[in-house]
């Protein structure tokens, strides 16, 4: 990562913390978590292998509350969800 992508993901890093200093709309919310999505999704085209996208601060239940509004919000179910995930190889390199 060069000089200027780690000030400008800092800056954004700081500009989400500052945020989160108040209650956040839902509309703020679907933003951030749209262009995350966006951003993961493309990193990991982009490097052919699969990366955790969350640090170790982010509780199961916060991951899966999460992983099911996403199915929700896509009309997903179950069934589709082991079928994308029979896909994906596990995170390599990565301790838990």
């Known amino acids: 990562m060069s000089a200027s992508e780690a000030a400008s993901s800092s800056a954004a ?3 989400l913390e500052a945020l989160n200093r108040r209650p956040l709309t839902p509309e703020e919310i679907r933003a951030v978590l749209s262009a995350a ?5 493309a990193a990991l085209e982009a490097s052919g292998k699969e990366f955790r996208p969350v640090d170790a601060t982010i509780s199961a239940t ?3 509350t999460l992983a099911c509004a996403l199915l929700r919000s ?5 069934f589709d969800l082991a079928l994308w995930f029979s896909r994906g190889a596990p995170v390599s390199g990565e301790q838990s």
């Open 13 to 15: 890093v700081a500009a």
């Open 37 to 41: 999505t966006r951003w993961y999704a």
């Open 62 to 64: 916060e991951a899966v």
């Open 74 to 78: 896509q009309d997903l179910t179950p």
